[in-house]
């Protein structure tokens, strides 16, 4: 396996390992989603720092990394930056909270829908 390869397998485990922590141990939405978005963005910034000090092999290393490694990870921090919008943007009380949800639902719907091209490439 190609050091790359190996450190952004570490890498991405040890996020992955961190978030299903998380999900488990915070009870507090907004705090849970605060810490998923510091692990990635530490996550994305160690990638960074390991492609500064050791560069790519190869033309082709660099593109699988820049096409499909490291977009998994921002992938993964677009998601949990939008849930922590929707979190804390969220009003309080049973009716509100039902008809903001509904609302926030229909424009991600809206969205992939008009974005729909986009993820078939």
């Known amino acids: 396996m190609k050091r790359m390869d190996k450190f952004y397998n570490e890498t991405y485990l040890k996020l ?6 998380l999900e488990i141990e915070t009870d507090c939405p907004i705090k849970r989603i605060e810490a998923v978005i510091h692990h990635i963005i530490q996550s994305l910034a160690d990638l960074k720092d390991f492609v500064l000090k050791n560069d790519f092999k190869n033309m082709e290393e660099e593109i699988h990394f820049f096409k499909y490694q490291k977009p998994v990870i921002v992938s993964k921090l677009i998601y949990y930056n939008a849930i922590y919008k929707i979190e804390t943007r969220r009003p309080y009380g049973n009716k509100r909270t039902k008809k903001y949800f509904t609302k926030e639902l229909k424009k991600l719907k809206r969205f992939f829908e008009n974005n729909l091209d986009f993820y078939k490439y």
């Open 16 to 21: 992955e390992t961190a978030i299903q922590e």
